[in-house]
């Protein structure tokens, strides 16, 4: 097998740079919503199970998404056309999302509306999003991986940060912040717009700058015959792949377990809890309630700033297990502290450590993973690997309004939940035995 050959920088930036504008959609998701259906109408008790839809999209599209990708080789590149039409349909359902309340429906028909568009928008996202982390494992050495997945984490942050700004910049400009009982406002819509612009350009960019290896090259890069005729190609099932995974796959898919949980309940219960703890409300109609919902864009900017710098530190840990049980301990502190803390500002600190954990898991997974298994099944590997991230918020999803009357219905519980969730991640981190199957093969 031959030995991947170093990439410039600017080759590592350019694979990724796509995923720029792909996390401002998922940031704009993310943020905004909690607050959406909490404004069409949705009863706190019920807004867990708006959130059961992305991750159920996202496990049953990126295992077939890498799947196919695996077996496509065509002019255009092998990753790169499910890249281009996972973020052409993110555009159109995302002009059409947030108007979800403006097109005269009634209560229920709106939301019925909003959680159609939400199933379509997270479908096209986790289209979008995977062939970005199949192809860092496809074109980049053992050596250089913790790098590219870093300038991943560096770019999914900064794109983050666009997205959780967007309402509060254009609210400052001018742009109305309130709107009609049951409608969104338009400084969330607007956001949205812009949001769908910036991907379609940035996903061109990563279209137009990245160039895929051709099947004969792949197949001598990752120590495989390529057959180009397909016609005798043994074809391993994903249920064959998934039984015969190294063990990393499923001690690190523990660790992702405690860690989507929490992450699923942050972004659930966020906007009610600070609403609630900070601003004194719990009216999803009040301009109070609106104005908490702008400044948890501006606490999951901090997050994403948090995790900018956190992720340029830890490669200096000598240990990724290390970094990856430092940074989530951080986490969970910082999701705890939301209790004892009345000030909006000084919120900041703990979403700064929550930013720690973040970068983490945006890393370390992935680069521990695609250490370990070799190239000729590695978007299928990575598909399945998604389950860790969407069986977990499923699960948390479907129990969350349980959970939440078991707290005693106080939303702001729910992030004290969450920083439990990570500290018990960061325990399983040790039981995490790294292999490297580039060293294997040689």
């Given at each position: 097998?031959?030995?991947?050959p170093?990439?410039?920088?600017?080759?590592?930036?350019?694979?990724?740079?796509g995923?720029?504008?792909?996390?401002?959609?998922?940031?704009?998701?993310?943020?905004?919503?909690?607050?959406?259906?909490?404004?069409?109408?949705?009863?706190?008790?019920?807004?867990s199970?708006f959130?059961?839809?992305?991750?159920?999209?996202?496990?049953?599209v990126?295992?077939?998404i890498?799947?196919?990708?695996?077996?496509?080789?065509?002019?255009f590149?092998?990753?790169?056309?499910?890249?281009?039409?996972?973020?052409?349909?993110?555009v159109?359902?995302?002009?059409?999302?947030?108007?979800?309340?403006?097109?005269?429906f009634?209560?229920?028909?709106?939301?019925?509306?909003?959680?159609?568009a939400?199933?379509?928008?997270?479908?096209?996202?986790?289209?979008?999003?995977?062939?970005?982390?199949?192809?860092v494992?496809?074109?980049v050495?053992?050596?250089?991986?913790?790098?590219?997945?870093?300038?991943?984490?560096?770019?999914?942050?900064?794109?983050?940060?666009?997205?959780y700004?967007?309402?509060?910049?254009f609210t400052?400009?001018?742009?109305?912040?309130?709107?009609?009982?049951?409608?969104?406002?338009?400084?969330?819509t607007?956001?949205?717009?812009?949001?769908?612009?910036?991907?379609?350009?940035?996903?061109?960019?990563?279209?137009?700058?990245?160039?895929?290896m051709?099947?004969k090259?792949?197949?001598?890069?990752?120590?495989f015959?390529?057959?180009?005729?397909?016609?005798?190609?043994?074809?391993e099932?994903m249920?064959?792949?998934?039984?015969?995974?190294?063990?990393?796959?499923?001690?690190?898919?523990?660790?992702?377990f405690?860690?989507?949980?929490?992450?699923m309940?942050?972004w659930t219960?966020?906007?009610?809890?600070?609403?609630?703890?900070?601003?004194?409300t719990?009216?999803?109609?009040?301009?109070?309630?609106?104005e908490?919902?702008?400044?948890?864009?501006?606490?999951?900017a901090?997050?994403a700033?948090?995790?900018?710098?956190?992720?340029?530190?830890?490669?200096?840990?000598k240990?990724?297990?290390?970094?990856?049980f430092?940074?989530?301990?951080?986490?969970?502190?910082?999701?705890?502290?939301?209790?004892f803390?009345?000030?909006?500002y000084?919120?900041?600190v703990?979403?700064?450590?929550?930013?720690?954990?973040?970068?983490?898991?945006?890393?370390?997974?992935?680069?521990i993973l695609?250490?370990?298994?070799?190239?000729?099944n590695?978007?299928t590997?990575?598909?399945?690997?998604?389950?860790?991230?969407?069986?977990?918020?499923?699960?948390?999803?479907?129990?969350?309004?349980i959970?939440?009357?078991?707290?005693?219905g106080?939303?702001?519980?729910?992030?004290?939940?969450?920083?439990?969730?990570?500290?018990?991640?960061?325990?399983?981190v040790?039981?995490?035995?790294?292999?490297?199957?580039?060293?294997?093969?040689k």
């Amino acid at each position: 097998m031959r030995a991947k050959p170093d990439l410039s920088f600017w080759k590592l930036w350019n694979l990724s740079f796509g995923f720029f504008g792909v996390q401002i959609a998922y940031a704009l998701q993310s943020a905004n919503i909690s607050r959406i259906f909490a404004t069409l109408g949705a009863d706190p008790h019920n807004l867990s199970y708006f959130w059961i839809l992305p991750p159920l999209m996202g496990i049953i599209v990126q295992p077939i998404i890498g799947s196919l990708s695996d077996r496509t080789w065509c002019r255009f590149g092998r990753r790169l056309p499910y890249l281009i039409l996972g973020a052409l349909i993110a555009v159109i359902v995302m002009c059409l999302l947030p108007n979800a309340g403006s097109f005269g429906f009634t209560v229920s028909a709106a939301m019925i509306f909003g959680f159609i568009a939400l199933m379509f928008l997270d479908t096209s996202i986790n289209m979008a999003m995977q062939p970005f982390k199949m192809l860092v494992g496809d074109q980049v050495n053992e050596k250089q991986k913790g790098l590219a997945y870093s300038i991943q984490s560096f770019l999914c942050n900064a794109g983050s940060l666009v997205g959780y700004l967007a309402p509060i910049i254009f609210t400052a400009i001018g742009i109305s912040n309130i709107a009609p009982k049951g409608q969104v406002p338009d400084s969330v819509t607007y956001a949205f717009y812009v949001g769908a612009a910036i991907l379609i350009l940035c996903v061109i960019y990563t279209f137009v700058t990245v160039k895929e290896m051709p099947p004969k090259e792949y197949a001598e890069f990752h120590g495989f015959e390529a057959d180009a005729n397909k016609d005798n190609e043994k074809k391993e099932s994903m249920l064959s792949l998934l039984i015969n995974a190294p063990k990393v796959f499923w001690t690190v898919g523990l660790v992702q377990f405690f860690c989507w949980c929490a992450f699923m309940y942050m972004w659930t219960y966020t906007n009610g809890a600070i609403a609630d703890t900070v601003w004194g409300t719990t009216d999803t109609s009040s301009a109070a309630y609106q104005e908490a919902g702008n400044w948890v864009g501006v606490l999951f900017a901090v997050q994403a700033v948090g995790s900018v710098i956190w992720a340029t530190i830890i490669p200096r840990f000598k240990s990724y297990k290390m970094a990856y049980f430092v940074s989530l301990v951080l986490g969970g502190i910082g999701f705890i502290s939301t209790m004892f803390i009345h000030d909006q500002y000084m919120l900041f600190v703990s979403y700064i450590l929550i930013g720690c954990a973040w970068a983490a898991m945006l890393a370390l997974p992935f680069t521990i993973l695609t250490n370990s298994i070799s190239g000729k099944n590695m978007g299928t590997y990575l598909g399945l690997f998604n389950g860790t991230i969407c069986l977990p918020q499923i699960i948390a999803a479907s129990i969350g309004g349980i959970l939440l009357s078991l707290v005693g219905g106080a939303q702001v519980n729910m992030l004290v939940l969450a920083g439990i969730l990570l500290i018990l991640g960061a325990a399983s981190v040790f039981i995490i035995k790294e292999t490297s199957a580039e060293k294997a093969d040689k």
